[in-house]
């Protein structure tokens, strides 16, 4: 399975959210699939890492869960965009102004309609986004 993944979901392994039903946590047991392809945009560790920091000042998480949360990102099949930077004024831009996202979150959208991917995300309006751009999602 090939996919853009959000940070909206990775994040959810480590806070462990069940609002979503649980949806998010089967894709934990993809990543050990050897036909499991995750891209995201190079944004994408920043974004973990903000929220990784974010939960641990405010007590939500530990500096040893975080560690282990931190390895099974880096263990699993996850490639980054080396486009995201090269198209954020133009194509990304586009679709923020179009669906009314953050340049973050129309940077997911962006490299799944660019590979044509599926998209994982929880994020309420990035999904209605994807949906408006004929993006199939992998949750909801």
């Known amino acids: 399975m090939r996919f853009v993944l959000d940070a909206s979901v990775a994040m959810t392994w480590l806070l462990r959210d069940a609002a979503d039903g649980g949806a998010a946590f089967a894709i934990v047991e993809w990543l050990a699939r050897p036909d499991t392809e995750i891209r995201v945009p190079a944004t994408w560790s920043l974004e973990i890492a903000n929220v990784v920091v974010r939960a641990e000042i405010r007590g939500q998480t530990t ?3 975080s560690s282990a949360f931190l390895d099974l990102l880096l263990r699993a099949p996850i490639e980054v965009d080396p486009a995201t930077a090269e198209l954020a004024l133009s194509a990304t831009l586009a679709l923020a102004r179009r669906y ?3 340049s973050y979150d129309a940077s ?3 490299l799944a309609c660019r590979e044509r991917l599926p998209l994982a995300t929880l994020d ?3 999904a209605t986004a994807a949906r408006a751009a004929g993006v199939t999602l992998v949750l909801g």
Do not use: N, Q, T, V
């Open 100 to 102: 009314r996202l953050s």
């Open 108 to 110: 997911y959208l962006e």
């Open 63 to 65: 500096a040893a869960d």
């Open 124 to 126: 309420s309006d990035l």
